[in-house]
């Protein structure tokens, strides 16, 4: 383990997560445009944009600034004003922000001959680039970037790998998560779980986090964040008691339905409200979701985790 590492807990199949993750990205995420493109200056005006309005909207209007400036030679030479009136036009926050871009458009032009720096330093120079947007940029247009460490990216952090409530773990955490060299697609993938899987009322089950398996919160039911200080309104008993299925069949290789039942629930009664029925039903949704392999031994009902 590097020191990058600590914060992760030691056992950690950390190859198992990021294939799971990335494969999890890949087979489907939401479609916006500025994903399929690596021109760094499209993928700056989408963040800048993104910095204060939400992302839905945010098509829109850099679909039109892109017609309207499509590079930044484009934009260097248009009207300051043109741009400003294009910013409130379309509710995009602060006019500051379409002032920053115009001259980080110039400095391009006049100080890079018109091809943008690849590194999240480099690009720091850029007028009103801070650090979260210049390795944003190093990431999804030259694919060097580091770990993105944003709100969404703290709070699955936290939940999934105790990662405590502090910058630099959560710096160091997201940091030993992301291989080697996969900074676009990791970046994208990480964001993306905590966009539409880790929100602030989680949708584990409903998204089909592909981290359950490993997550902390999942298998304790508590689901408070940085961002989320007290347990978030949903039904969560359900989930934590599929979260206890996950841990305790983690621990043990595999276990027969009555032997696991008491483990997950003291009041376990074969026959009871809480028993072999109840338990099932539970083994059966986490086999849908490729969670759980259930088998029949001698008659048994067995559980596994599936690997
Ligand atoms: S299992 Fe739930 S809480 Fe854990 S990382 Fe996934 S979405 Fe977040």
């Known amino acids: 383990m590097t020191d990058d590492a600590v914060e992760l807990p030691a056992d950690l199949d950390l190859e198992a997560v990021r294939e799971a993750l990335l494969e999890w990205y890949e087979a489907d995420h939401r479609p916006f445009p500025w994903r399929e493109t690596d021109d760094p200056y499209a993928i700056l005006v989408c963040e800048v944009m993104s910095q204060q309005t939400q992302l839905d909207r945010v098509v829109d209007a850099w679909e039109a600034f892109l017609e309207r400036w499509p590079t930044t030679a484009d934009l260097a030479a248009a009207d300051r004003a043109d741009v400003v009136g294009f910013w ?3 509710r995009l926050g602060y006019n500051n922000r379409a002032k920053y871009l115009h001259e980080a458009a110039s400095q391009v032009e006049a100080e890079y001959d018109g091809a943008f720096p690849r590194e999240p330093d480099e690009l720091q120079e850029l007028m009103g680039v801070g650090p979260y947007t210049a ?4 990431s999804f247009a030259f694919n060097e970037g580091d770990a993105v460490v944003d709100t969404n990216v703290k709070r699955v952090c936290y ?7 502090d910058d630099a773990a959560f710096e160091r955490a997201a940091t030993a998560l992301m291989p080697d060299g996969r900074s676009r697609a990791w970046n994208n993938a990480i964001m993306e779980l905590g966009g539409v899987a880790c929100t602030q009322t989680p949708r584990c089950d409903e998204a089909g986090c592909p981290w359950r398996e490993w997550c902390g919160a999942y298998a304790s039911g508590d689901f408070t964040a940085p961002d989320v200080p007290t347990q978030p309104s949903f039904d969560g008993s359900r989930r934590q008691f599929r979260g206890r299925i996950v841990r305790t069949l983690r621990e043990y ?4 339905l009555d032997v696991l039942g008491p483990r997950i629930r003291v009041d376990y009664n074969p026959q009871g409200e809480h028993g072999r029925a109840w338990l099932l039903e539970l083994l059966a949704d986490l086999e849908t979701d490729g969670l759980v392999t259930l088998e029949t031994r001698d008659g048994e009902p067995v559980a596994r985790l599936r690997r």
């Open 135 to 138: 390795n944003a940029v190093a």
């Open 253 to 256: 290789d595999e276990l027969e």
């Open 88 to 90: 409130s036009g379309h």
């Open 159 to 165: 939940r999934a790998f105790d990662v405590p409530d």
